[in-house]
């Protein structure tokens, strides 16, 4: 018999709380980030908020090469897992776990229980399944190479809804492209991280207007599924799904030596406006025009977007 997929806010706060009681490198992680330094700046008239944080050079520097993901032990399995680490299970095949390395006020990883590659094939609707269970926050997937930092354990991730800009955005400002019976297929151009934005009430009418998109991007020689950073509410009986499509994942300043370089490996976050720096240097350097630069270098513009033929 199938578990039901069902899971309550309530239940991650109890966790929230009880991790912050019982594992001392979560707390210590959480209370740095209340003093996390921020600045926003304003590029083409949208809102990007930049964040020093530190504790996030890990994930920053983390070489994702297929063969530096075999040397390590992956930390999403639960054989590698810190002791103190507890989780809240999802349905059969999923748990949620606190993420001890916060960009968010809450910030929780989605594993799936076993150990199999990130891939969007056939879990969207568990995407949409999550959103819809834990309608106060945000879900987001990293592809395998945009931005996952365990490109080889399944996993979403859940966050603190509002936080990012892209949550804000105002559909009505992006353009019907297809209209369905209970969903509608948005243009979503002029944002510097262009994609589409899926409406729908239904499930499988998201699931069927997510398949085209899919259809419609060019994959990568040896990849399973086009690049691309994926975001999903749920609010007033309707799923909001933002598809940002991917050209690559670091920018050129990333391998840049001296003053030029600026570490910086965008993923969701970064991508939905809440860019994360982890060196002093790179916080004062994070300029309009530096990070207008990286998002047209890993992002589609315009023009680019319009050549993805969709349906
Ligand atoms: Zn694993």
Redesign the pocket.
């Known amino acids: 018999m199938h578990q039901e997929k069902k899971v309550e806010a309530t239940q991650l706060n109890e966790l929230f709380i009880q991790q912050v009681k019982s594992w001392p490198l979560l707390r210590d992680n959480y209370e740095l980030f209340k003093q996390v330094q921020i600045k926003t700046l304003e590029i083409d008239g949208l809102p990007v908020t930049v964040q020093f944080n530190p504790s996030r050079i890990v994930s920053l520097g983390a070489k994702t090469d297929a063969r530096s993901i075999r040397e390590r032990k ?1 930390f ?2 639960s054989a590698n897992r810190p002791a103190e680490q507890v989780s809240v299970p999802f349905g059969e095949d999923y748990l949620i776990l606190c993420n001890p390395f916060p960009i968010f006020p809450q910030h929780f990883t989605v594993p799936a229980r076993q ?1 199999v590659e990130q891939a969007i094939g056939g879990r969207l609707g568990d995407m949409l399944d999550l959103a819809e269970a834990l309608d106060s926050y945000t879900v987001f997937y990293n592809g395998p190479r945009s931005g996952a930092s ?1 490109p ?2 399944m996993h979403f991730q859940l966050v603190t809804k509002n936080y990012m800009p892209v949550d804000k955005l105002d559909i009505s400002q992006t353009k019907l492209i297809r209209q369905g019976t209970n969903a509608g297929l948005y243009l979503l151009d002029n944002y510097l991280r262009n994609g589409w934005v899926i409406s729908s009430d239904s499930k499988e009418e998201a699931l069927r207007f997510f398949a085209l998109l899919c259809v419609a991007q060019d994959t990568p020689a040896g990849e399973a599924e086009p690049m691309m950073n994926i975001f999903c509410n749920y609010e007033k009986g309707q799923w909001i799904l933002k598809v940002i499509p991917r050209k690559k994942h670091r920018p050129s300043q990333y391998f840049a030596g001296g003053e030029e370089q600026f570490l910086s490996s965008p993923g969701a976050a970064d991508i939905g406006g809440v860019f994360i720096t982890s060196r002093p240097e790179d916080f004062r350097k994070a300029s309009p025009r530096l990070l207008r630069s990286i998002y047209t270098q890993v992002c589609f513009g315009n023009d680019e977007l319009t050549q993805i033929k969709v349906g």
């Open positions: 992956c999403l399995c150990h365990a080889d354990h």
